[in-house]
């Protein structure tokens, strides 16, 4: 797969997945063990955010209570809203 990228609420949103991310990784010195979700890799704003995926199939960020969400885009906006309400 490849680099998507989106904006959300005026934040940008980048989800690396495949050949993508181990290229930027490994551009990065990220091991693969840091990988996140089957490899996947979710920046907001260039932060990166570490995910990781639920026996369910749903996605989680570390550091946030959230319900697992259905993609890491779904995810990325869910942390979007949460961030919005606290500023």
């Known amino acids: 797969m490849a680099e998507q990228r989106e904006t959300y609420k005026g934040r940008e949103v980048i989800l690396r997945t495949g050949a993508d991310a181990s290229t930027a990784r490994a551009t990065a010195g990220i091991s693969e063990d840091e990988a996140g979700a089957e490899g996947a890799e979710l920046y907001i704003d260039g932060e990166?955010?570490?995910?990781?995926?639920?026996?369910?199939?749903?996605?989680?960020?570390?550091?946030?209570?959230?319900?697992?969400?259905?993609?890491?885009?779904?995810?990325?906006?869910?942390?979007?809203?949460?961030?919005?309400?606290?500023?």
């Open 48 to 87: 990166r955010i570490y995910t990781v995926r639920d026996a369910g199939g749903g996605y989680k960020a570390s550091g946030f209570a959230f319900d697992p969400q259905p993609s890491p885009a779904d995810l990325a906006k869910k942390i979007i809203d949460y961030r919005e309400t606290g500023e």
